[in-house]
């Protein structure tokens, strides 16, 4: 084998290697979506923490973006990219809760904080309606989520990285 063939079949084995794995995936697999591999750990943390809250029925974060604030993760997809609401952007304006009583609940929206206690966005949940449920009652709950959240988030920067 001459020079020329030993780059090439160099060249081609490490082209093949990088295709067929990229942290252990392989590089193919965009072409069947993998769920899990494109989500952002905002997305991560809201679907982990709806999950773990059965009187939340919805859960998002809205964040301060380059095209002003949006929300960035959702239980509900289509919110996600869209422009904040007020009760978005009220906590981030504000830095106090935004509580709205709907027929069948409580949307509550509080500041989300960096561990330097800087405000770095909001978590919108939306709250199942329960007998004996008072506004007071659900800005206590939803302040024990976002602290949940919260201690899971090591800067702002973090929100926006892919999840493994």
Same mark, same amino acid.
């Given at each position: 084998?001459?020079?020329?063939?030993?780059?090439?079949?160099?060249v081609?084995?490490?082209?093949?290697?990088?295709?067929?794995?990229?942290?252990?995936?392989?590089?193919?697999?965009?072409?069947?979506?993998?769920p899990?591999?494109?989500?952002?750990?905002?997305q991560?943390?809201? !679907?982990?923490? @709806? *999950?773990?809250? &059965?009187? /939340?029925?919805?859960?998002?974060?809205?964040?301060?973006? %380059?095209?002003?604030?949006?929300?960035?993760?959702?239980?509900?997809?289509?919110?996600?990219?869209?422009?904040?609401?007020?009760?978005?952007? !009220?906590?981030? @304006? *504000?830095?106090? &809760?935004? /509580?709205?009583?709907?027929?069948?609940?409580?949307?509550? %929206?509080?500041?989300?904080?960096?561990?330097?206690?800087?405000?770095?966005?909001?978590?919108?949940?939306?709250?199942?309606?329960?007998?004996?449920?008072?506004?007071l *009652?659900?800005?206590?709950?939803?302040?024990?989520?976002?602290?949940?959240?919260?201690?899971?988030?090591?800067?702002?920067?973090?929100?926006?990285?892919?999840?493994?």
């Amino acid at each position: 084998m001459n020079a020329t063939s030993q780059t090439r079949t160099l060249v081609a084995i490490t082209v093949l290697g990088i295709l067929l794995s990229a942290n252990g995936r392989p590089v193919f697999a965009g072409f069947q979506k993998d769920p899990h591999h494109d989500k952002i750990f905002a997305q991560d943390l809201v !679907e982990r923490t @709806r *999950t773990a809250h &059965p009187e /939340v029925d919805e859960i998002g974060i809205s964040a301060l973006t %380059s095209s002003g604030c949006r929300g960035i993760a959702s239980t509900d997809k289509s919110d996600i990219g869209e422009p904040c609401e007020k009760n978005d952007s !009220e906590p981030l @304006r *504000t830095g106090k &809760p935004f /509580v709205e009583r709907e027929r069948d609940g409580f949307d509550v %929206s509080l500041p989300l904080h960096d561990p330097s206690g800087n405000v770095i966005g909001t978590v919108g949940i939306g709250f199942r309606a329960v007998p004996g449920q008072t506004q007071l *009652t659900v800005v206590e709950q939803a302040r024990k989520i976002v602290r949940e959240m919260e201690n899971q988030i090591r800067s702002r920067s973090v929100l926006f990285t892919h999840s493994s």
